[in-house]
């Protein structure tokens, strides 16, 4: 029995062959280590006002003279970004602030947006590179708030502000490996981006110069260390490697650190009141 071709048949094309493609990845090692690291700190906290109690303090048998009678958080006091201090030479306090938090709600947030953004970065940075990003980040921000701000802030969300911004330029600049995966990864960025800026500058209490200046700061390492992946092997064993594996470590922590002391400086110079 014959049968008629349809138009269908005619319409049909073969499919192109799936090809499978090997991309690097890490375990989260560094992610999950500073998460641990900051909610421990984070126990410290609570923790400060009990033991520097004075009832605390009597019972060891300490008396200081002029020490207040209610117990303060002594973790915050010696970690958080307050600009006459670091001019008095505590340069630490432009790093220290990313372990700091002011309640359960700001961790919370914090490690959760490191959890989410910090896993995949680490696995397309590597361990190194992904620590690098991160404290530098978090330089940059508390770097911009000491220049801009006579306010004391803390927390990690200038690092994590680094972490979206790194993200976005890794998006940018392997985008015709990403093709259409692109376009909607990086407009998530934007609108991540957008609406915290924006909630930043809205609300009181919030540190949004430390935040700009964190996502410079992942822009900037970024921009000059981030990965930039290319296609080798031959079909089917192909496999994405980075160009910059050798040295992105030490062009990013440059970049960074080239344009941002020279602002830090700037804080001793000008001072905002």
């Known amino acids: 029995m014959s049968q008629y071709p349809t138009p269908e048949s005619y319409s ?28 421990f700190i984070y126990l410290l906290q609570l923790l ?3 033991v520097t109690s004075s009832q605390f303090l009597s019972a060891l048998g300490i008396h200081i003279p002029g020490f ?6 002594i973790v915050q006091a010696f970690g ?50 992904f620590l690098a990003l991160y ?8 770097v911009l708030s000491f220049i801009l701000t006579p306010a004391a802030s803390l927390g ?22 990403l093709r259409e995966h692109f376009r909607r990864a990086i407009m998530n960025i934007i609108y991540m981006a957008a609406i915290n800026l924006f909630f930043g500058f809205t609300i009181a209490g919030i540190d949004n110069w430390g935040h ?10 970024t921009w000059f260390g981030g990965p930039r992946w290319k296609v080798e092997g031959l079909y089917p064993s192909l496999q994405v490697v980075d160009e910059r594996e050798g040295h992105g470590l030490v062009a990013g922590t440059t970049a960074v650190l080239l344009f941002f002391i020279p602002l830090a400086a700037l804080g001793w110079i000008w001072v905002v009141k």
């Open 12 to 39: 049909q094309t073969p499919r192109p062959p799936v090809v499978r493609v090997s991309t690097p990845t890490v375990k989260p090692y560094v992610t999950y280590t500073l998460i641990g690291l900051t909610v």
């Open 48 to 50: 400060g006002p009990f």
């Open 68 to 73: 207040p009678s209610q117990g303060f958080d």
């Open 80 to 129: 958080i970004k307050y600009g006459p201090l670091i001019r008095s030479g505590q340069i630490w306090r432009l790093i220290t602030p990313v372990f700091l938090h002011a309640s359960i709600l700001h961790i919370g947030f914090n490690m959760y947006a490191l959890f989410i953004f910090g896993r995949g970065i680490e696995a397309r940075f590597g361990h190194l590179r």
């Open 135 to 142: 404290f530098l980040s978090g330089f940059a921000g508390n």
């Open 156 to 177: 990690a969300s200038t690092a994590v502000f680094g972490l979206l911004a790194a993200e976005g330029v890794f998006l940018v600049q392997n985008r015709a490996l």
């Open 212 to 221: 700009i200046g964190g996502m410079l700061g992942g822009i900037l390492f």
